[in-house]
């Protein structure tokens, strides 16, 4: 059954040249390294699966363009294969079959590819859903006239994202990933849309990612030598972060105790009251007396006074300077002096109270320029005292310009009766802590998050295969220019949840021109599915003596859009019993699996009260179902290509012997395989005459017409 020759000599050099790709597509040479090459692919995506999971074998392997072009040319080659035998004889019905069949299974493969739907659909129990979200995205832009007014869509933009983050396609983040085939996988990078005045760029890209407040600090208290802690030493997380107090409209600074002391977190904006905290230390020979030592900084000179002897004196000047102090009240309880501070005799007081133990909250003479501390030493503290922040031993921690822009963090380190100062390192170099009998504690930074006001900074968070596409918050670093105005930022994607809800400041940026704004958000592409699954039970069962689920199912209704009933009875769907459903109104046939869940949320949790908000009778526990929603236009082509695939191997394999024998032809090209009549004597081996001779009588063979016995 081998392809004919089709190229001669005399043939134009073109004819020649397309001809002899003809052939070489068609060649077996051509086919077996093809397929080879598939095979490798195939087990690579297999392996990538297994490893990274289903989202990131579709970026890395099943829908990239090269991988479309191999099973483009297997294509090209199977036809080419079958055509070049054309016209085809009666015993090659099968080798044709089979050729047909696999190419309708690869045009299946490709409607599956793209046109397919797989998609996750969240429900509570209780509540019906008909939109399924899949794993792409795309922003979704809208813009509203200057003034007010209702916002209108603008534009729809598809994003390619990928399932890393970006910072690791490049090798510069943690984890770096190889050129192939991540890096040779097509992304949506740069400019993504610049027309009517708006330009979109992508710059950053988490594929999952968390939320911290901003400016914060993350540190790290412990010690390498922690007797009894082993050889890794022991170490304590500490996170600290500068955030408001919506009770009081002020700023609430944050503190943590670790190790017997108190650690104190908050932001000076100013580069004098950075040096300031920095020069506001005691003299430990002056002493503490009963009420402490109270240093006052001026002109960048600190001034150290015992409070004791401020007590009932009257207003006085501070040495070297035109400043007058005057402490007006002394709080025991609180540890709080309260001072009136004037520049000049003529000059208007100003009020300070230095607390002791509460830095933050001081309240320091901005007018005046005056910045104070207040040092009281104490020999033991209980636990009443130490839940005040009246402990023995504590830093200060602020985040404070830094000289050529930007930031920096200072500390001071008290522990009675020394206080020492200085820049703290934001490398994880570690500084002197707390020292305790057991050891001596230092104090390293992992994480410094500086922000000249309160925001939400955006952080990476390392890939996990085993975490639901629905449960990351995926979050891009976006530039848009509205009309010549550009702004930069985070913008959060719009989770998968079970309801809908406006989104939040995180998920949507507004950047405002002359004659509009632009919003942007990034949003999960959705699927209407055309009519409403509803959630009557979800359950869940656990492994015994785990929180492990061992098994999950959800009982469902089907409805239509005006709530008709459209299956009679409810549906169980669980792990490995999957649902078919067609569509009434479009025919589409979709596959529903028992993918995942949410939850369980009790009362108080956040997502508990934003789920149930408009619940008049909230349940003791939320579940959320997720549902999987599987629609394969090209699986029936796959069946069909699959059962021509079966008959074409049935028809080669067994039924050629029978029906489709070739005809075997002798030397003179006659078929030997016709019916001989029977000759004179009744002899059907006989020849026909001048067809076949006996070779015995042949002239020329005399060994077969010697006598029988002869020598």
């Avoid at 692919?41 to 990538?48: I, M, P, R, S, Y």
Wanted: aromatic fraction near 8%.
């Amino acid at each position: 059954m081998a392809a004919r020759r089709l190229v001669t000599p005399d043939q134009p050099a073109f004819v020649r040249a397309v001809l002899t790709v003809y052939e070489f597509l068609s060649s077996l040479k051509f086919a077996v390294v093809l397929i080879a090459l598939l095979g490798i692919v195939l087990g690579l995506g297999t392996f990538v699966e297994s490893a990274y999971g289903t989202e990131a074998v579709k970026f890395g392997v099943w829908n990239t363009w090269w991988f479309t072009l191999l099973n483009a040319l297997l294509g090209v080659s199977i036809f080419c294969a079958a055509a070049i035998r054309y016209p085809w004889k009666r015993h090659q019905t099968g080798f044709v079959i089979t050729h047909i069949g696999l190419l309708v299974l690869l045009a299946g493969c490709f409607l599956s590819q793209r046109g397919g739907i797989d998609a996750q659909l969240p429900l509570l129990e209780g509540e019906k859903g008909g939109r399924a979200y899949e794993d792409s995205l795309h922003f979704a832009l809208l813009q509203r006239p200057a003034g007010g007014g209702e916002a209108t869509a603008l534009d729809s933009v598809p994003f390619r994202s990928g399932p890393f983050n970006w910072n690791e396609y490049g090798g510069t983040g943690p984890v770096r990933r190889p050129i192939f085939p991540w890096r040779v996988s097509p992304r949506d990078t740069g400019v993504l849309l610049d027309e009517r005045g708006v330009r979109l760029e992508v710059l950053d890209f988490y594929a999952d990612s968390t939320a911290a407040l901003a400016p914060s600090v993350r540190l790290r208290i412990g010690s390498d030598s922690f007797e009894g802690a082993g050889s890794s030493g022991m170490w304590m997380p500490v996170d600290l972060a500068w955030q408001p107090d919506p009770l009081r409209g002020a700023q609430m600074r944050h503190r943590g105790t670790v190790g017997g002391g108190t650690i104190v977190f908050w932001k000076l904006s100013q580069d004098a009251e950075a040096e300031a905290f920095l020069a506001a230390t005691p003299d430990t020979t002056l002493g503490f007396g009963t009420r402490g030592q109270l240093v006052l900084v001026a002109d960048g000179k600190p001034h150290r006074l015992l409070v004791d002897d401020l007590v009932g004196q009257p207003r006085s000047a501070l040495g070297g300077t035109d400043l007058f102090v005057e402490l007006t009240d002394f709080n025991d309880q609180l540890s709080a002096a309260r001072l009136k501070v004037r520049r000049g005799a003529e000059g208007a007081d100003e009020e300070l109270v230095i607390l002791a133990d509460l830095p933050e909250v001081s309240i320091q003479g901005s007018r005046s320029g005056v910045q104070g501390a207040l040092w009281i030493e104490r020999t033991a503290t209980d636990a009443s005292e130490r839940m005040q922040g009246k402990a023995r031993s504590r830093i200060d921690v602020v985040q404070a310009p830094a000289e050529k822009g930007g930031h920096r963090l200072l500390f001071r380190r008290w522990q009675a009766p020394e206080v020492t100062s200085g820049e703290l390192p934001t490398d994880g170099s570690p500084v002197p802590a707390f020292e305790m009998p057991r050891a001596k504690l230092e104090m390293r930074v992992d994480r410094f998050l500086p922000a000249d006001k309160l925001e939400i900074a955006t952080l990476p968070a390392p890939f996990d295969k085993a975490k639901p596409p629905s449960a990351k918050r995926r979050a891009a670093r976006i530039r848009l220019t509205v009309d010549g105005k550009a702004e930069e930022f985070w913008l959060a994607g719009i989770p998968v949840q079970p309801i809908n809800e406006a989104p939040g400041p995180t998920e949507e940026a507004t950047v405002t021109a002359a004659r509009r704004s632009v919003t942007v958000r990034m949003v999960p592409d959705a699927v209407d599915i055309g009519f409403d699954i509803k959630l009557d039970n979800f359950e869940r069962k656990l492994d015994p003596g785990t929180s492990q689920a061992s098994h999950f199912s959800s009982v469902v209704e089907f409805l239509s859009r005006s709530g008709k009933t459209l299956v009679k009875d409810p549906v169980t769907i669980t792990m490995n019993a999957p649902v078919d459903f067609s569509d009434p109104a479009s025919g589409r046939s979709y596959r529903l699996f028992q993918e995942s869940f949410m939850g369980p949320w009790m009362p108080g949790d956040d997502l508990y009260e934003k789920f149930t908000k408009n619940v008049r009778e909230k349940p003791e526990r939320l579940e959320a179902s997720v549902l999987t929603v599987n629609y394969d236009p090209g699986r029936g082509v796959k069946y069909l290509g699959s059962s021509l695939i079966v008959a074409g191997i049935f028809t080669m394999f067994y039924m050629k012997a029978y029906f489709f024998r070739p005809r075997r032809k002798d030397e003179d090209g006659d078929d030997a395989s016709a019916p001989v009549p029977p000759g004179p004597e009744g002899d059907h081996a006989a020849a026909r005459p001048g067809k076949r001779r006996d070779r015995r009588n042949a002239p020329g063979n005399a060994l077969a017409n010697r006598p029988r016995g002869a020598r």
